[in-house]
């Protein structure tokens, strides 16, 4: 490499492969692109075009007519709805729109060429029919569901492990759930790492690159791969897969840095390229989505370390309690994690403590809790996509997310998170209270989970949302969709019909169970913006009659007591006793633990100051 060129990497985008996989047997074409090819045909026979006006006016037609009476206008060819995905793959219309709604939490934030985005990304819930998915978009979305995640190494004392996660159903021991008594005694070790996991990814898409591009290929009599081209529209529809970095520049489009695209005559189509050649240069650039080669490129030679020799487990608790406020790790990684492990948060293996984290402490637009036990979990800024995995007995504020949430494996959790999208897989006996946006899919091995809605706020959470797209207005928190029980791109062999079961969904918290969850406010900092005050999302009026209820049941205590005739001795009394049964709880439920780290953990952010 010479010292002017300029390093270029497609990093393969994970969230389609963390986030995007759906447990649907009608979406698993095992005979690879023969099938996929056939479902396009039938897609495109069901699609239409959508247009964009300049007034905000939307239309979907089936035809390619412009003619808006001069208003400028921008129409988006073959798309499909939830009809034409239910017809074209023998699908309910349930399940189609779940389709629908996973491959627009996964799509790119940039359009072709550096443009806008595809309208599907922000599309409203009742506008979604009417914008529908791009054809090209969906078939390389259906081809990644089968992508088989990585099965999590055997425990080399596998009986030590076997009685801790209750057996409460007949499929119990045939699914990869393990639950988070079992991590921890099994260790982080035996788990894949977040490396191994996009190492796989990328393996995966290596090897199937080629009928990747066959699928995005123009049409031809020809089936040779050789002769077939790939015009630039379609070439863009790979950044569903692959994000453009280049050393010293910003994020641009595949065409814009592809060769054989990025020279083209803006007033003429460009010349469709071969098959053969974009696969080269696509195998030539193509890298791990939190792989840094720019390092490797430059400081291999001079033996400095590269990602691959960085440490990516960390213990992120208040058990180093400045390290809770500024975000920084004990071994001293979040610098590096900034330049190295391309935008991703952990929050990982906290005991028995608290962790609060705001916007200054999230590293780009991605927060993973791992691993997390007996403890709570502030995050209180605004990000894109959330993972929640192997948690138990905690509770966990996930502040406002605008595409994705996916939770698994945990146990007596809690968990607080207005969100757009979100999936809940193998968990038992928790708790969701959710501005959600659209439904919450439950899939996998579960018990005992229960719904409810959103029950919190603090200071930013209205910017937060408007930030992210999350709309207050819209909340589906109590219509959960069960998928399958089993997940099929797990690796593992089931029992034949297994695949058929559906998973256990979850009921809806009885009202006079729910209560608010109020967030210490010794976090809380100056705003120029109008400041959120109560909760964003409308409480259904059971729920807001219990809480009433409550607080007038309170009101009434308190009354009785100012009212109480006592002497100064008796109310000393009366004061000391109700503080020693507070006192008590605060230590019988472990909430004093929380308050003492909390504390701590502000007394250094002054200090710091």
């Known amino acids: ?40 045909e039938k897609l495109l026979q069901n699609s239409f075009t959508y247009t964009v006006n300049n007034n905000n006016h939307s239309s979907n037609n089936d035809d390619n007519n412009n003619d808006n009476g001069g208003e400028v206008s921008r129409s988006f060819s073959m798309r499909v709805n939830a009809t034409g995905i239910a017809e074209s793959l023998q699908l309910s219309e349930d399940h189609a729109r779940v389709v629908i709604d996973t491959l627009a939490s996964v799509l790119p934030e940039h359009g072709q060429g550096g443009g806008a985005a595809d309208p599907l990304i922000h599309a409203s819930y009742v506008d979604v029919d009417s914008i529908g998915a791009d054809v090209s ?118 065409s814009q840095v592809a060769p054989f695209f990025a020279n083209s005559d803006p007033d003429m189509p460009a010349v469709p390229v071969p098959v053969p050649q974009v696969l080269d240069w696509i195998l030539e650039h193509i890298c791990a989505a939190s792989d840094n080669p720019l ?63 705001q916007p200054s402490n999230i590293e780009g637009s991605s927060v993973k809790v791992l691993n997390c036990h007996d403890s709570v979990i502030y995050i209180l800024a605004p990000f894109n996509y959330a993972t929640v995995n192997g948690c138990s007995d905690a509770t966990i504020l996930l502040g406002a997310v605008g595409k994705a949430v996916r939770i698994e494996h945990c146990e007596r959790v809690n968990v607080i998170v207005a969100t757009m999208h979100i999936c809940i897989a193998n968990c038992r006996e928790c708790i969701f209270y959710l501005g959600v946006n659209k439904q919450p899919i439950i899939s996998g091995n579960n018990h005992n989970l229960q719904v409810a809605p959103y ?21 589906l928190w109590d219509k959960p969709l069960a998928l399958g029980m089993v997940d099929p791109h797990d690796s593992l062999s089931h029992p034949a019909g297994v695949s058929d079961v559906q998973a256990e969904s979850a009921t809806v918290l009885h009202p006079d169970q729910f209560l608010s969850f109020v967030i210490p406010k010794w976090f809380e900092v100056e705003s120029k913006f109008q400041q959120t005050k109560d909760n964003p999302f409308i409480l259904p009026n059971p729920y807001m009659a219990a809480q009433q209820q409550k607080y007038n049941s309170l009101e009434d205590t308190r009354g009785s007591l100012r009212n109480t005739q006592l002497d100064d001795s008796k109310k000393r009394e009366l004061a000391s006793a109700i503080h020693g049964h507070f006192k008590d709880w605060l230590y019988a439920s472990g909430n004093i633990r929380q308050l003492y780290c909390l504390q701590s953990t502000e007394l250094d952010s002054r200090e710091i100051d």
Not at 317 to 345: E, I, M, V
Not at 455 to 475: C, I, K, S
């Open 1 to 40: 490499m010479t010292e002017n060129e300029v390093p270029l990497f497609l990093h393969l985008r994970r969230e389609p492969f963390e986030y995007g996989l759906l447990p649907l047997p009608n979406l698993m074409f095992t005979d690879g692109t023969a099938t996929l090819k056939g479902v396009r």
């Open 137 to 254: 978009d969906l078939i390389l979305f259906l081809f990644i569901q089968t992508y088989k995640k990585l099965v999590p190494r055997t425990h080399k004392d596998a009986a030590s492990v076997a009685d801790v996660w209750p057996s409460t159903s007949a499929f119990d021991g045939i699914f990869a759930t393990l639950s988070p008594l079992q991590l921890m005694r099994s260790g982080r070790r035996f788990m894949p790492s977040q490396a191994d996991e996009e190492a796989h990814q990328l393996s995966y898409v290596q090897k199937h690159l080629p009928n990747i591009l066959g699928l995005l290929a123009e049409p031809s009599d020809n089936e040779s791969a050789d002769m077939q081209v790939l015009s630039s529209e379609s070439f863009e529809h790979l950044g569903l897969l692959f994000h453009v970095r280049e050393r010293g520049t910003e994020d641009r489009s595949l």
């Open 295 to 357: 390092e490797k490129v430059l400081g291999g030679e001079n033996g400095s370390p590269t990602v691959g020799d960085l440490d990516i487990t960390k213990n992120d608790s208040c058990g180093s309690s400045s390290g809770c406020q500024s975000g920084a790790f004990p071994n001293g990684y979040n610098q590096q994690q900034k330049d190295a492990h391309l935008k991703l948060t952990f929050v990982e293996g906290v005991n028995k403590a608290s962790v609060m984290k």
């Open 455 to 475: 029950n919190t706020f603090y200071p930013d959470l209205e910017m937060h949302l408007a930030q992210v797209g999350v709309d207050r207005a819209v909340n």
